[in-house]
């Protein structure tokens, strides 16, 4: 081989370095090797690691199975109990979350499309995960986390679902993870229709709001079809949260976040410029509706229906499950009977006198911030929407002048307090003020009502007496109006249902009806003299007496025993009739459950309640029908299938899907018979008595046929007055909580249920019977009426001085041969002489006297 010019020779290696060469390359090649199959392991490891903690972390996932049956039997969402007045007018809501649900088929596609543009705008086309939003969310959330601040995730609408529904809303990496594998199966388990119905029935909004409906309902008082585009575009700006923009609060947060949704809204092709145009510029006013009655003075009506509602169905179907529930309550007479009942209470306790400023504030300092604390104390409110709370600043002369809260200023002349003459000891009061300084002084904090002129204003204090007014549907038991009080807010004891009292004179009817189905007739006399009778060992005598102290009539017939309320006329009655024969008639028309047979209570001293008195009357106007009293008519529930009914009646037909000619149903009459319709009649007719000639005369004002009895118990301490028109029965009880004396008025008459009740009763049917034509009372088959003298109940000439319209049942009126005698007890005669009634030798003791 030639060698080139100019070359070097190569070195020859040794044999112990070739091999040392090769030494080092395969130590390498072994080194590389092994640390690709530890780079393997350990990526094994890792996949290992991951996918045991995958296991671990999602081996308890619950089942999307679980949302299949949401709304239905399955899967029941809290939802708010309603309960509605007859006109729709919601009386009460009950929730632990406000909710109203809404299926799928019954959400708007605008309400739809507001929220998926808001919250997630690639709702319709990914998989339960959107890649490139969690791409967007997770460099936005690297700033928020180096900023201290917590990252905001990217989930979307079904992610949403998977954590409200099956998950929690914890930070953490893991959850995330699960939530992400659910919404994929939920994605493909479930329509997108579905998914929304599961997410707009659940989202939290704000205001009580769970669920877009009740969101429309509570921030602008509609339905979700009647919602306008930036009204739904308001409600899509609350998800990412409520409170940071409440429309109260935050206006411009809230303003802007809703313009925002609008834009997004027509990025998406959903409306179109104009109407996002015209959207933005729509003020932002939300109309919030307080959790509640929509209307006002029903709080004791609707307390008694959540205590039934949660006496037959417990608290969790109460709160939670979304009872539709129908009370009887007429708003109309509603208002009549509350506005009637504080009337009447005020006019009582301005007969007693001003009992002075309750509360005072110093003038030297932030006055108006003092008043403000003081207003908003629950105990020191009234509850009467018109009275405001005023501060005393100064007098100009009989001028009172007025600071309020607000800053305003009035007037509170003398006509506004001239009334108010002081109260004194034992129920006595002092002359009539001259000055405002026998009112009020700098500093009084006053109660006040608009009256007069612009700007003045009229006295007012919450009275110390109180009392409960009822109306009721004579025919079927249904309430149609009740007030328990005077004001809610001042008390919550419910006087028509809870106060046990005693009813007095408004008891006697049932001893005549007792009496007229025993042989007597309303021409029957007995004797009203003085009754004295025996009352057992240790007991002693008993002398009742007359309201009109010793005033007597002799022999009266039973009408003007009654008509006058006469006790003594009504306690020998009832000792000749004997008490076991009268009792079973109050027990049978629902005045009470068991009545003791003692004399005394003829003369209504056995204590019952408001609402039992007039249901009891009520069975005198229609016939002697057996009805309960009721608050509601029908309840439903979340399906609306009705789960109870006041009307207990099965009417065949009534729900044929079909007309084909065929006659209307007819519902039976399947109330029980508890009085001889015959009697029922003739106490109508002499319960009309009462208002046309006796202690109800007063009633008279109203202008209708009207009928009933004025009730004073012991001392005047509850006074009564329970009547009806042919289709109306209404009761009013007044006295103090704690039982006392209603003492005299300022004309040193007695208060009693004449003075005090029946003008009650009178303002109300005025009201209610306004429009009403004057309906005459229904006469009960097998009655005679003859025209007869009312004081001597002898048959006259129609048209003679003092003649009235007597019913009889028939073979009954005076001289016919087959009237039947007086079935009479205790060893009595017709003419009322009884034995019985003298002292026993040795008493020496006196009884108390009589109940009015």
């Avoid at 000749?576 to 049978?588: A, S």
């Avoid at 019977?769 to 025209?787: C, K, M, N, S, Y």
Wanted: net charge neutral; hydrophobic share 40%.
């Amino acid at each position: 081989m030639n060698k080139q010019p100019g070359a070097f020779p190569k070195p020859k290696r040794s044999l112990r370095e070739s091999a040392k060469a090769m030494n080092t390359g395969s130590l390498l090649r072994r080194l590389m090797l092994y640390a690709g199959l530890g780079a393997a392991a350990l990526a094994l490891m890792g996949v290992l690691a991951v996918m045991f903690w995958l296991y671990t972390v999602t081996r308890d996932l619950p089942s999307v199975e679980a949302l299949k049956n949401y709304g239905t039997d399955g899967m029941h969402p809290p939802v708010t109990t309603r309960v509605y007045a007859g006109n729709g007018t919601v009386l009460g809501e009950y929730a632990s979350q406000s909710r109203i649900f809404v299926p799928a088929a019954f959400i708007p596609k605008l309400v739809s499309q507001a929220f998926t543009s808001a919250e997630d705008r690639n709702f319709y086309s990914h998989p339960g995960i959107d890649p490139s939003g969690i791409l967007r969310a997770a460099i936005k959330d690297v700033g928020l986390v180096l900023e201290g601040r917590r990252p905001q995730g990217a989930s979307t609408i079904t992610q949403q679902v998977a954590r409200d529904f099956l998950l929690n809303s914890d930070v953490r990496f893991s959850r995330k993870i699960r939530e992400a594998i659910l919404a994929v199966r939920i994605d493909a388990t479930y329509p997108k229709d579905k998914i929304l119905e599961l997410y707009l029935n659940e989202i939290y909004l704000g205001e009580h709001s769970y669920g877009v409906a009740a969101a429309a309902l509570n921030y602008f008082g509609k339905s979700l079809d009647e919602l306008s585009i930036p009204e739904v575009a308001f409600l899509a700006a609350l998800p990412k949260g409520p409170a940071n923009y409440d429309p109260r609060f935050y206006h411009q947060a809230a303003l802007d976040r809703r313009n925002w949704v609008i834009d997004q809204m027509a990025d998406n092709g959903y409306i179109s410029d104009a109407q996002a145009a015209a959207a933005k510029a729509t003020p932002l006013v939300a109309q919030m509706r307080a959790l509640g009655s929509q209307t006002a003075d029903v709080d004791y009506y609707v307390e008694e229906v959540r205590r039934l509602l949660y006496a037959r169905y417990g608290a969790k179907q109460l709160y939670d499950g979304g009872l539709q529930v129908r009370a009887s309550l007429d708003t109309r007479l509603q208002n009549y009977a509350v506005s009637a009942l504080r009337s009447g209470l005020v006019r009582y306790d301005r007969r007693h006198g001003w009992r002075g400023a309750k509360n005072h504030i110093a003038l030297d300092g932030n006055w108006r911030a003092a008043l403000t604390k003081l207003a908003s104390n629950p105990a020191k409110q009234s509850g009467i929407e018109t009275w405001k709370m005023a501060v005393v600043t100064g007098t100009e002369g009989k001028d009172i002048r007025l600071g309020f809260a607000d800053g305003t200023t009035g007037v509170l002349p003398y006509d506004g307090y001239k009334w108010a003459r002081p109260e004194l000891k034992n129920q006595t009061w002092g002359a009539v003020p001259t000055e405002p300084a026998q009112v009020a002084r700098p500093g009084d904090v006053l109660y006040v009502e608009p009256e007069g002129k612009p700007g003045q204003f009229g006295l007012r204090q919450i009275p110390e007496v109180n009392g409960a007014i009822v109306a009721m549907d004579p025919h079927t038991g249904r309430v149609l109006a009740l007030s328990g009080g005077f004001s809610y807010a001042s008390s919550q004891f419910d006087r028509a249902m809870q106060a046990m009292r005693q009813p007095g004179s408004s008891f006697k009817p049932f001893v005549y009806a007792a009496a007229l189905d025993n042989g007597y007739t309303p021409a029957s006399k007995v004797l009203d003299a003085p009754f004295e009778k025996y009352m057992g060992p240790g007991q002693g005598v008993w002398r009742p007496g007359n309201f009109e102290k010793g005033e007597y009539h002799g022999d009266t017939t039973l009408r003007r025993g009654i008509e006058l309320s006469l006790n003594l006329l009504t306690v020998r009655l009832a000792d000749q009739l004997g008490m076991d024969k009268v009792v079973p008639y109050p027990v049978r028309m629902g005045v009470y459950d068991k009545l003791p047979p003692m004399l005394a209570n003829s003369l209504g001293a056995y204590e019952t309640t408001l609402i039992r008195m007039v249901t009891g009357y009520s069975e005198f106007v229609n016939g002697g029908k057996k009805i309960s009293a009721s608050l509601i008519d029908r309840i439903q529930d979340r399906t609306g299938r009705t789960i109870w009914r006041h009307d207990g009646r099965n009417c065949e037909g009534c729900n044929d899907p079909d007309w084909h000619g065929q006659q209307e149903p007819l519902l039976a009459d399947v109330r029980e018979q508890v009085l001889d319709p015959r009697t029922a009649y003739q106490m109508v007719s002499i319960l009309q008595g009462v208002v046309q000639r006796g202690t109800g005369r007063s009633v008279q004002a109203v202008g209708k046929p009207l009928a009933g009895k004025t009730g004073t118990s012991q001392d005047s301490q509850s006074v009564w007055f329970i009547g009806f028109s042919p289709d109306l029965a209404a009761g009013v009880y007044v006295g103090f909580d704690n039982p006392r004396t209603l003492g005299h008025d300022q004309i040193g008459q007695e208060e009693q249920g004449a003075t005090v009740s029946a003008p009650i009763f009178r303002d109300f049917m005025k009201g209610a019977l306004a429009d009403a034509p004057p309906t005459p009372f229904r006469v009960a088959p097998g009655i005679e009426e003859v025209t007869v003298d009312w004081i001597s109940g002898n048959p006259v000439p129609a048209g003679s001085p003092g003649a009235i319209v007597e019913a009889f049942k028939a073979g009954t009126a005076p001289g016919e041969v087959n009237a039947p005698a007086p079935a009479l007890a205790n060893g009595a005669d017709a003419s009322g002489n009884n034995p019985g009634r003298t002292t026993s030798p040795g008493s020496g003791e006196e009884g108390t006297g009589g109940l009015y």
